[in-house]
């Protein structure tokens, strides 16, 4: 009997593990949804819920590490466990940046709010909405453990980097036409590579649930068609909530 008390009780904590990681993913995408809201309707109140949501992500992210620390110590799992438990880990801090980045997008949308609107802002949301679903399938590709679902998510890093690319030629050209576009274009710039990072974080997690389901990385080079860093183009990962 006490073994199996064990078991079971071993198998609940994984089970809040899991769980939590799928409400991360769940707050990713919505959070990132919502600062794109706040973008295109300039609505400061959203954005303010946005950036003070961000904290949610933080305390899931502590909920993880400490189940993963209780976990290791208590458990002392192997194998397909261990996978499990470090992924999970690993995954959770992805998934905390890409609420960081939703967090920025939405602090840059209020400034936004208060200059006037140059166009290529309206091809932000395509941009943002492939990262959304990225995010979604990626998650499903964790709670199904789905590695080629994952691959599938891993191969559309390429199509938003080649999106973000683009947006960033289109708003230089914005900035060098007419001098008053340099602030919302600056700000665009940036909202856009937080979405690009975003893309990137979600191939992260794909990367690693190739490895939870198979038991070794993914050794092929990941696709990536951003070259704007050879333009002096802005690095979100400096930006912090």
Same mark, same amino acid.
């Given at each position: 009997?006490?073994?199996?008390?064990?078991?079971?009780? #071993?198998?609940?904590?994984?089970?809040?593990?899991?769980?939590?990681?799928?409400?991360?993913?769940?707050?990713?995408?919505?959070?990132?949804?919502?600062?794109?809201?706040?973008?295109?309707?300039?609505?400061?109140?959203?954005?303010? $819920?946005?950036?003070?949501?961000?904290?949610?992500?933080?305390? #899931?992210?502590?909920?993880?590490?400490?189940?993963?620390?209780?976990?290791?110590?208590?458990?002392?799992?192997?194998?397909?466990?261990?996978?499990?438990?470090?992924?999970?880990?690993?995954?959770?801090?992805?998934?905390?940046?890409?609420?960081?980045?939703?967090?920025?997008?939405?602090?840059?949308?209020?400034?936004?709010?208060?200059?006037?609107?140059?166009?290529?802002?309206?091809?932000?949301?395509?941009?943002?909405?492939?990262?959304?679903?990225?995010? $979604?399938?990626?998650?499903?590709? #964790?709670?199904?453990?789905?590695?080629?679902?994952?691959?599938?998510?891993?191969?559309?890093?390429?199509? /938003?980097?080649?999106? #973000?690319?683009?947006?960033?030629?289109?708003?230089?050209?914005?900035?060098?036409?007419?001098?008053?576009?340099?602030?919302?274009?600056?700000?665009?710039?940036?909202?856009? $590579?937080?979405?690009?990072?975003?893309?990137?974080?979600?191939?992260?997690?794909?990367?690693?649930?190739?490895?939870?389901?198979?038991?070794?990385?993914?050794?092929? /080079?990941?696709?990536?068609?951003?070259?704007?860093?050879?333009?002096?183009?802005?690095?979100?990962?400096?930006?912090?909530?």
């Amino acid at each position: 009997m006490a073994s199996e008390h064990i078991i079971k009780s #071993y198998d609940e904590e994984l089970k809040r593990l899991n769980d939590t990681i799928c409400q991360m993913g769940g707050l990713a995408e919505t959070q990132l949804s919502a600062a794109m809201e706040a973008v295109t309707k300039r609505d400061t109140d959203l954005a303010a $819920k946005v950036v003070e949501g961000d904290r949610q992500a933080d305390q #899931y992210e502590r909920e993880v590490e400490a189940l993963v620390v209780r976990l290791l110590a208590l458990r002392q799992p192997m194998g397909r466990d261990l996978r499990e438990i470090l992924s999970a880990l690993k995954i959770a801090s992805d998934l905390e940046r890409m609420c960081d980045y939703a967090a920025n997008v939405a602090k840059r949308s209020i400034v936004l709010s208060h200059v006037p609107p140059v166009r290529p802002a309206f091809a932000l949301p395509r941009m943002a909405r492939l990262a959304e679903v990225m995010t $979604k399938d990626v998650v499903d590709a #964790y709670v199904e453990r789905d590695a080629e679902q994952a691959i599938d998510v891993w191969m559309r890093d390429e199509e /938003i980097d080649e999106m #973000y690319s683009s947006l960033f030629r289109e708003l230089l050209t914005y900035m060098m036409e007419d001098p008053r576009n340099i602030t919302a274009s600056t700000h665009l710039l940036f909202i856009a $590579k937080n979405i690009e990072r975003i893309g990137d974080h979600a191939t992260n997690i794909a990367e690693t649930i190739y490895f939870l389901v198979n038991g070794k990385p993914l050794d092929q /080079i990941r696709p990536k068609r951003d070259r704007t860093s050879l333009s002096g183009g802005p690095d979100a990962e400096g930006e912090k909530t």
